[in-house]
């Protein structure tokens, strides 16, 4: 439908609303002229933005509101209500603001206002000579834009690995590979986004060294680039199996849009085995049976996410599964492959066209390590997120760090996380000195099932359920020791942003 047909929901906020309809912390739908807007009080103060997220247009309306911020109900990205600003990933674009006027016991929307450009940050100006980012993925697109964003004037270098600019990698395992979204959604930026912003993005360019002395990154192909700063931001890849005929070209892995686009080609095909049940694993099932692909999907737990979601969420999962057809065969892991069959370690002997491993990852810390920064499962960072040899950041999947809430070192493999990490290292590395703070929080889409997930407990000793989990209506709350450490919720969106407020006041409070 076009934008001049579409049907606006609520009032003509240009018209006015009695007062008396929107009390503190409420919020409105309506339009001016053909936009959907928001109006919200908070705080004692009225607000007005576009109606839906930047990122894929979740309802800001049933978001939350916490001071002058809204933060989106999908993926918890957070604006500013003044400003519009994408205060928090996955949200990279602000929203619109109107300047609203209250008069005679009636509240109306005004003009548009102009984006407010930010004030440079003051160390901005006086910040490193050059920044170098390696990484094109979540962390380093995050913290480009960021640099640019808070001011820094000086030259920032970007390089990554892969030969396709920053792009949705969540969604490759979703509606992409589904076939729902075409490949023109998938790129973070426009083609000329990052010449505009004066980012020098060099694909194809990988790092194999650092001389941290010279402050010099050498580049597969042998030329050098010095940096004032730098940011190792170079995620992970996929663990590999080594079992007989696991070298065969039938054996797929997913991290880049070029193993999503060879999976889309493969999926022409009738039958694929599912090597794992993880997160990334379980989304490849869901999307390869929309296109019609017989999944059998191989583990050796036998309650699928089990050990990231406790049993009962886990066999949820299954469940959702075998109602759209997928097969499981759990307990047990492959134990060769030939080019049309995958023999399992139960003597089970798969029929499979392809087959799509997805056993986990490893944090791509090797130039850390050789360049002797201190590595421990990851690459430690402290609370600022600068490692062992100062001047050098790392964010994203590679970096462990110091997390408040679990009290413990952890490395956490999710998207927002990443663009979260990327932005606050680049304010740092502009002398902001901030912690890294936020509450960890990842979302997956599996058929018709949509788990958020914030917070982190690599284990705990009590699983509270509040709801009704096979009507996927519920709230699910990790505990140990009696502290809150994780929320899931399926169908309670509202539930994971509070889940995630509360946390964060925890975190704040040191309790
Ligand atoms: C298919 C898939 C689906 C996912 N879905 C979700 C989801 O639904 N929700 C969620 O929270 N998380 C999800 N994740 C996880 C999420 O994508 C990652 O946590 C996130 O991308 C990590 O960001 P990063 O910047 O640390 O690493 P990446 O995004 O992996 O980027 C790393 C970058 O470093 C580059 N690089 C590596 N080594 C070098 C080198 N030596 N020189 C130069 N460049 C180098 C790579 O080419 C890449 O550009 C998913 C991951 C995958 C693969
Ligand atoms: S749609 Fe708003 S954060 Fe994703």
Known sequence: MSEENRELAGPDLTKGISTSDLAEGGVISGHVVREAVVLARSGGSLFATGAECTHYHGPLSEGALVGDTVRCPWHHACFSLRTGEALRPPALNPVSCWRV????????????????????????QAGPESIVIIGGGAAGNAAAEMLRREGYAGPVTMLSADDAAPYDRP???????????????????????????????????????????????RLAGGSGLRYGALLLATGAVPVRLDIPGSDLPHIHYLRTLADSRALVAAAAAHRAVVLGASFIGLEVAASLRARGVEVHVVAPETHPMERVLGREVGDLVRKVHEEHGVVFHLGTTPASFDRSHVALQSEERLDADFVVVGVGVRPETALAEQAGIAV????????????????????GDIARWPDRLTREKIRVEHWVVAERQGQTAARNMLGARERFDAVPFFWT???????????HAEKWDRVEIDGNLAAKDCTVTYREGGRKLAVVTIGRDHDSLAAEIELEKMIAAGT
């Open 101 to 124: 006027e209250e008069r005679d016991g009636r509240i109306y929307i005004r003009e548009k206002l102009k984006p407010a450009a930010r004030p440079a940050r003051a160390a901005a």
């Open 171 to 217: 969604n490759l395992s979703k509606d992409y590979l589904a076939g729902n979204a075409p490949e023109e959604w998938i790129p973070l930026r426009s083609p000329d986004f990052y010449a505009d912003q004066g980012i020098e993005l060099k694909l194809a360019a990988r790092v194999v060294a650092l001389d941290t002395n010279a402050h010099e990154v």
């Open 376 to 395: 421990e499962r990851g690459v430690t960072v402290d609370a600022y997120l600068e490692t062992s040899i100062p001047g050098i950041w790392a964010a």
């Open 445 to 455: 889409q599996q058929h018709d099932l949509g788990l958020c997930y914030v917070g």
